[in-house]
């Protein structure tokens, strides 16, 4: 007996989805739940398993095929080929998946809101920093890797222009999934030597030109969905930024005492964006103005802070949401976004937890900015972005009143905000509070440990 596996309902507003990669080929095996194709919507790239045991029969829709939300994908049987052929799916133009490139500074911000019209947004600004993965090492006499495993088109474009074997490249991306960088780095490796190893710095020289260059290629759904929204909120919003300067040398002294008990309880390192995120939340309850809606021409204050915040991946910019941050625990929120964001750029993350966000949070300074002016997504009315920490030289006064210069660990916040609903005054009060918070650095009985 046969059974027909259908596109599921991914999200509220999804009506149909674009099959990027089967996981599963004709005449294999599949059990319960195992993964079995990936599939691209307008609100997350997802991988969708298996309702039933059995074997492949037929695969109705081919990858880069777009199909409504009931189509069927593939037939699955118990192996005897009896399997009556099914209905062709309602096939769209195909959608090329290539993958925005990653910049090397973040432009934009796109929250993602529980608006019934509004899709969830993708911004263009990374948040959680990342360890600096070492340069794969590429040995062109090693036995063959069997599998160089699942690349985008762009990727694989790019290997083959510069005549590397995707088979002896090693990965730094999520699951060992070879990225532009690994290829870049093993074509700069001299032939029989390790990628990994540096040569000795002798002259400047340039990085490797783009493939993308004095090229077209058609814009992916993601970047698609971005610049209508970009462009639609700066129509339609009266935005500005507000931008003050924190000190936040107490929070880099407590990560440093608290951080070995940190990573023995929660199996990850505590970095500056859990105490960005609380104080933020907890501004929010005392400055609702910023945590509201405008509907018309009334103002809705939402009841909780859910904290959007940005994660960059190699197919564009998603925001999955923290929600409830405010009754949080700084554990908490650093499990969530580390769970979070690994399973966003893994393309294991549900569209409903994309959804819901009142309020956006972008770590700008996770690739060096100072600061940027990051843009409001509607229907949220402000965002705030969190630039790098430096220690610099600055004034300061001690309890006598006595001026010095010390070095201190110092961050840029800016906040955007829309001008029809919050005054330059309801914004300071609100940068304020977030300020006071994180210098006073009293997060001791919040710390979760």
Known sequence: MSESVVLPALGESVTEGTVTRWLKKVGET????????????????????SPVAGVIEQILVQEDETVQVGAVLVIIGDGSGSAAAAPAAPVAEPVVEAPAPVVAAPVVAAPVVAAPAVAAPVV????????????????????????????????????????????????????GRIRKDDVLSAAAAPAGTSASVAAPAVAYVPGAASPL????????RLRKVLA?????????????????????????????????????????????????????????????????????????????????????????????????????????????????AA????????????????FTLTNTGSR??????????????????????????????????????SIRSMVYLALSYDHRLVDGADASR????????????NFDAVLGL
């Open 368 to 405: 060096g900015a100072l600061f940027d002016t990051p843009v409001v997504f509607l229907p949220q009315v402000a965002i705030l972005g969190t630039g790098v920490v430096t220690k610099r030289p600055v004034v300061v006064t001690d309890a006598n009143g006595q001026d010095a210069i």
């Open 213 to 220: 260059r004095g090229t077209t290629e058609p814009m992916s």
């Open 124 to 175: 263009a600004a990374p948040v959680v920093s990342a360890p600096v993965a070492a340069a794969p090492v590429v040995s062109h006499s090693a036995a063959p890797v069997s599998d160089a495993g699942y690349v985008t088109p762009l990727v694989r474009k790019l290997a083959q222009e510069s005549g590397i074997d995707l088979t002896q490249v090693a990965g730094t991306g999520v699951g």
């Open 228 to 340: 209508e929204r970009a462009v639609a909120s700066m129509v339609s919003t009266a935005q500005l930024t507000t931008v003050v300067e924190v000190d936040v040398t107490k929070i880099a002294q407590l990560r440093q005492k608290v951080q070995p008990a940190f990573v023995a309880k929660s199996g990850g390192k505590l970095n500056f964006m859990p105490f960005f995120a609380l104080a933020a939340a907890e501004a929010l309850r005392v400055h609702p103005k910023l945590n509201a809606t405008i509907d018309g021409d009334n103002i809705v204050y939402h009841g909780s802070e859910n904290i959007s915040f940005a994660v960059d991946t190699e197919k564009g910019l998603l925001t999955p949401v923290i929600r409830d941050a405010a009754s949080l625990n700084i554990m908490e929120i650093a499990q969530q976004i580390a769970d979070k």
């Open 30 to 49: 599949v059990a319960v739940d195992e993964p079995l194709v990936e599939v691209s919507t307008d609100k997350v790239d997802t991988e969708i398993p």
């Open 430 to 441: 609100f940068l304020v509070d977030v300020k006071s918070r994180l210098e006073d650095a």
């Open 343 to 358: 399973r966003t750029r893994a393309n294991q993350l549900k569209p409903d937890e994309l959804g819901g966000g009142t």
